[in-house]
């Protein structure tokens, strides 16, 4: 965790959750308590017996996918309440379906919440490092008689759940006796069953106005292979069950989610409370809180979307630049302290809202143009040539390394006959207000010269090839008399026999509408086709030596980086991360 984010700041902003763990810490609801010993291995022990946290949060990602812009509101909102109230924030991997997740994604889970400069210590874990301690508490439900195991089909189940007008049919398994339930709930973790032949069904209530408490599904079978356990396991706790349970054996004080959840909420509190009744784990049992997810304009946060957007090549997989993913994000230039920035100033409320994807370009622009080296980059050159500069001679003009940061030091950029500018900087008659290059008119090299336009060249097909001027030898910037000449333009530029040209992605938002997909369109009728643009460029000299990942202003066009996988020591390529300025609110 870097000192940004160990340092609670005094000024820590006020929500709903906030106004909750006050409330309860001053009651002193979660005084240390004494394990109860529950069922299980005897290696298991109360998480956090020896320190000292006020409260305990988690964040709790399944290992099936990359993390993406939702995920990052809300681990910078369970890593930040821990960090300001003096608690703790676990990183668990619920990895309770061996079909769908994969080390991989693991992997840069990890990469990623580290990456956005949070730390969880000691506290690493996975729920399938719990297996045996749910299976044991299910065996507890079932000889209580809060569980059953139920052998009707997918459909039949499907059938007799009810509608949301509706009660449900009692399953005419249901009521097995506990050792007939106990029996065929070992012969599944035998593997004598076939996937689909029975599920182990918490026994509630058929009846209930919330379908999620007609009697849910805690336990199926699933002969697949584990990434963490192997084949130990044929038979696979549900999320819904196995969620709760972590929660409590981690000893979380505050189990923090989105919306979608909240309707499960009777069901979580159902299981801990009945788990505690019967002397599994101890009273107050977590407590659960939902918040409004991220909905974010421009952008599909859909697991299933963006799966299809990958394996559907239009995008150039997981870590594109244009997806919304944390490692895309990355790589296109963004920053963990941008995230940040954003997370506090969209806050945490209890109602769904849109936020523009503007606001977050606009916390990137914030922290970039506080921390970018400034340098010079032509990303549509044409020459420009200095008919009178004397042959073969160089000099050095100094540019400053960001204008608002003297302390930051100027930098030698060298200057030459020949030159690349801006082909946008010369036009041949200029429309009225145009200030830079035209035949007659005067303007000033940025850092340099005032230079003079005597015309330029063409080819057959009538397109421009150079720029033609004379320079004025005692112009140059920071020189005693400098300041005598007085010109409307000024211009950007890099010596031709110095620059570095190498490629250069124009990255813009991956979509071209605020809802992809509104309307019941197909949202990949949607997509932008301008969202990638790859030209070459020539870059000021110094740029050659940018390391990945290193970023820059690029003067005039906006915040670069030079790519975390495509860069070579000596030979970077950089990918632009956003403009100077929100160009999409004018479109």
């Known amino acids: 965790m870097s000192d940004i984010d160990t340092k609670a700041t005094d000024a820590k902003p006020s929500n709903f959750i906030r106004h909750i763990i006050d409330d309860e810490l001053a009651a002193n609801k979660f005084a240390r308590r004494t394990w109860s010993g529950a069922p299980g291995p005897a290696a298991q022990q109360k998480v956090g017996a020896g320190d000292t946290a006020k409260i305990r949060t988690r964040f709790p990602p399944e290992p099936n996918g990359y993390l993406h812009f939702g995920h990052a509101k809300s681990i910078c909102l369970n890593f930040g309440l821990a960090r300001d109230y003096g608690g703790v924030c676990h990183l668990r991997f619920d990895d309770t379906n061996p079909e769908k997740e994969e080390q991989e994604y693991v992997d840069s889970i990890i990469d990623a919440v580290s990456w956005l400069g949070w730390s969880w210590g000691d506290h690493l874990y996975q729920a399938s490092n719990y297996f045996q301690w749910m299976y044991d508490f299910a065996e507890k439900l079932i000889e209580s008689g809060h569980a059953y195991v139920d052998s009707q089909s997918a459909d039949e189940m499907r059938a007799n759940r009810?509608?949301?007008?509706?009660?449900?049919?009692?399953?005419?398994?249901?009521?097995?006796?506990?050792?007939?339930?106990?029996?065929?709930?070992?012969?599944?973790?035998?593997?004598?069953?076939?996937?689909?032949?029975?599920?182990?069904?918490?026994?509630?209530?058929?009846?209930?106005?919330?379908?999620?408490?007609?009697?849910?599904?805690?336990?199926?079978?699933?002969?697949?292979?584990?990434?963490?356990?192997?084949?130990?396991?044929?038979?696979?706790?549900?999320?819904?069950?196995?969620?709760?349970?972590?929660?409590?054996?981690?000893?979380?004080?505050?189990?923090?989610?989105?919306?979608?959840?909240?309707?499960?909420?009777?069901?979580?509190?159902?299981?801990?409370?009945?788990?505690?009744?019967?002397?599994?784990?101890?009273?107050?049992?977590?407590?659960?809180?939902?918040?409004?997810?991220?909905?974010?304009?421009?952008?599909?946060?859909?697991?299933?979307?963006?799966?299809?957007?990958?394996?559907?090549?239009?995008?150039?997989?997981?870590?594109?630049?244009?997806?919304?993913?944390?490692?895309?994000?990355?790589?296109?230039?963004?920053?963990?302290?941008?995230?940040?920035?954003?997370?506090?100033?969209?806050?945490?409320?209890?109602?769904?809202?849109?936020?523009?994807?503007?606001?977050?370009?606009?916390?990137?622009?914030?922290?970039?143009?506080?921390?970018?080296?400034?340098?010079?980059?032509?990303?549509?050159?044409?020459?420009?040539?200095?008919?009178?500069?004397?042959?073969?001679?160089?000099?050095?003009?100094?540019?400053?390394?960001?204008?608002?940061?003297?302390?930051?030091?100027?930098?030698?950029?060298?200057?030459?006959?020949?030159?690349?500018?801006?082909?946008?900087?010369?036009?041949?008659?200029?429309?009225?207000?145009?200030?830079?290059?035209?035949?007659?008119?005067?303007?000033?090299?940025?850092?340099?010269?005032?230079?003079?336009?005597?015309?330029?060249?063409?080819?057959?097909?009538?397109?421009?090839?150079?720029?033609?001027?004379?320079?004025?030898?005692?112009?140059?910037?920071?020189?005693?008399?400098?300041?005598?000449?007085?010109?409307?333009?000024?211009?950007?530029w890099v010596s031709a026999k110095h620059a570095y040209a190498t490629e250069v992605r124009h990255y813009d938002r991956l979509f071209a509408v605020e809802a992809p997909g509104s309307g019941g369109r197909d949202f990949l009728e949607d997509i932008n086709p301008n969202s990638k643009q790859v030209i070459t460029a020539q870059l000021e000299a110094a740029l050659k030596d940018a390391v990945a990942e290193e970023r820059f202003q690029f003067e005039r066009h906006g915040y670069f980086v030079a790519d975390r996988v495509d860069s070579k020591a000596g030979a970077p390529v950089f990918n632009r991360a956003v403009t100077l300025k929100d160009s999409w609110s004018k479109k």
């Not at 918490?202 to 697949?224: C, E, F, Q, T």
């Not at 696979?236 to 909420?265: G, K, V, W």
């Not at 806050?347 to 769904?352: E, L, Y």
């Open 162 to 492: 009810g509608t949301l007008t509706e009660a449900g049919k009692n399953s005419p398994f249901r009521d097995r006796t506990p050792a007939e339930n106990l029996d065929l709930f070992r012969r599944m973790k035998a593997g004598e069953f076939a996937d689909g032949t029975h599920i182990l069904r918490a026994k509630i209530d058929m009846a209930s106005g919330n379908i999620n408490l007609r009697d849910p599904a805690i336990y199926r079978i699933r002969k697949a292979t584990h990434h963490n356990t192997g084949d130990t396991w044929c038979i696979y706790p549900m999320y819904t069950y196995a969620h709760p349970i972590e929660d409590a054996l981690e000893n979380i004080t505050h189990s923090i989610c989105t919306l979608e959840f909240e309707d499960q909420r009777p069901f979580y509190d159902w299981l801990l409370n009945t788990l505690a009744e019967l002397g599994c784990i101890d009273q107050p049992v977590p407590r659960q809180i939902e918040f409004a997810r991220l909905n974010l304009s421009y952008v599909v946060l859909s697991k299933r979307k963006l799966i299809q957007l990958v394996e559907e090549k239009h995008v150039d997989g997981w870590d594109d630049p244009r997806l919304p993913t944390l490692v895309g994000a990355r790589r296109r230039g963004f920053t963990p302290e941008g995230f940040r920035r954003f997370a506090d100033m969209i806050g945490v409320a209890k109602s769904d809202s849109w936020i523009d994807f503007s606001v977050l370009e606009d916390c990137m622009r914030e922290h970039l143009n506080e921390t970018a080296p400034r340098r010079i980059a032509v990303l549509d050159p044409v020459k420009l040539i200095i008919d009178n500069y004397p042959e073969g001679q160089e000099e050095e003009c100094l540019a400053p390394n960001h204008p608002q940061k003297p302390d930051w030091g100027k930098r030698p950029v060298p200057l030459s006959k020949e030159l690349w500018i801006e082909r946008e900087d010369f036009i041949e008659t200029p429309p009225k207000g145009y200030f830079r290059l035209f035949p007659g008119n005067m303007v000033r090299l940025r850092y340099g010269f005032v230079v003079k336009c005597i015309g330029c060249d063409k080819d057959a097909a009538g397109h421009i090839t150079a720029v033609h001027c004379d320079y004025m030898p005692d112009s140059k910037s920071g020189t005693p008399g400098a300041d005598t000449y007085k010109v409307k333009g000024n211009i950007h």
